[in-house]
């Protein structure tokens, strides 16, 4: 049978802290991506090549996409670096996942030998550890554009009992979110890889094609949604809520 | 009665049925509403877009949690 394993295996120690093969792959995603981003910075031009222009047509699709959720250029260009980052991130975790000898180059000997790489957001601390960045960055966001004490009053507002109801079900959805975003990262690219791995273990020629083509999909969706999701929690935590006193 | 590996596999399977039965019948359904929102005012079709998508995905993690749950019974203890 297949080697299905929910955890991530270590492949080695940095004197006693463990590497597992999904933070291996992490770690080569974020050098490529840092890499291939400062040389692009550094070889900025007035008339782009095809690279910059590639990635001056996305920037500019994202900052249109962000406008339509926020509302003006400026703000959009505030949230740019968490949520586009955090988009750039997941998607090339994902898409470099699926290239060949990712799962199937093992290490070790025997009956201990363990993929080499292995899919970062196949790993639940990976994708817990971006649910927490983007909630708590939501927060800081929140408290920078409205203040510590509008912030808190959404959470714990002493104005009703109704009002008091509705902070502690704020409060408890905050950390829903944190669990979805979690699994439902984790939960997409776990269940792509164990298909992978099934599709390639019953039929190995031709078959597993169409599922490659459904990961790059999912991928790509995952990482869309992971970043618009954040968006849009941005955008409701700094707009202020309700109309104010002088209601209308 | 049943071994043990056979209750395993029983259980993987409805818990994957059942769960992905909500989120089905809610996504088609936020799908027919919004495509029915995009036909009476095709002005506000990517406001509709957006909050479809976001709809959807909200929907489908809850399949997702039913699969993770699936996944865990059948491969972790």
């Keep these: 049978m297949l080697n299905i394993s929910l955890r991530a295996e270590d492949v080695f120690h940095i004197g006693s802290l463990p590497v597992t093969n999904a933070v291996l792959l992490a770690f080569i995603v974020l050098v ?3 890499v291939v981003s400062i040389t692009l910075r550094n070889k900025i031009k007035m008339v782009p090549g095809m690279l910059q222009n590639i990635v001056e047509a996305m920037i500019e699709g994202a900052l249109g996409l962000m406008d339509s959720v926020l509302g003006n250029r400026k703000t959009s260009e505030k949230y740019l670096p968490l949520v586009f980052t955090i988009f750039l991130f997941v998607l090339f975790s994902n898409w470099f996942g699926l290239v060949p000898g990712v799962g199937s180059i093992m290490i070790g000997h025997g009956a201990d030998a363990v993929p080499l790489l ?18 708590t ?3 800081a966001f929140g408290v920078a ?3 510590i004490k509008e912030r808190l009053s959404v959470f714990f507002n002493f104005g009703s009992p109704i009002k008091f109801f509705v902070g502690i079900l704020e409060l408890i959805s905050e950390f829903a979110r944190i669990i979805s975003f979690t699994f439902r990262l984790f ?6 890889e164990v298909l992978l791995a099934i599709m390639a273990l019953l039929v190995p020629y031709l078959v597993p094609l169409p599922f490659m083509f459904l990961e790059i999909f999912v991928g790509f969706i995952q990482a869309f949604i992971f970043g618009m999701l954040t968006l849009v929690f941005v955008s409701l935590a700094v707009t202020p809520h309700e109309g104010e006193e002088a209601g209308h | 009665m049943l071994s043990d590996v056979s209750v395993r596999l029983i259980a993987t399977a409805f818990v ?14 936020i799908g027919s509403k919004s495509v029915e929102a995009i036909g009476r005012n095709p002005e506000a079709s990517s406001k509709v877009q957006t909050m479809a998508i976001l709809a959807i995905a909200f929907a489908e993690a ?9 996944l865990i019974i059948k491969f972790v203890a």
Excluded at chain 1, 187 to 192: E, M, Q, R, S, T
Aim: no cysteine; hydrophobic share 65%.
């Design chain 1, 32 to 34: 490529v991506l840092t």
């Design chain 1, 118 to 135: 292995r899919s970062p957001a196949s790993d639940l601390n990976f994708t817990l550890a971006l649910a927490l960045i983007a909630v």
């Design chain 1, 137 to 139: 960055m939501v927060n």
């Design chain 1, 145 to 147: 554009a409205m203040g």
């Design chain 1, 187 to 192: 939960g997409n690219v776990f269940a792509g």
């Design chain 2, 16 to 29: 994957m049925g059942v769960g992905a039965l909500g989120p089905a019948i809610a996504i088609g359904w």
């Design chain 2, 62 to 70: 809850v399949a997702i949690y039913a699969l993770v749950i699936a």
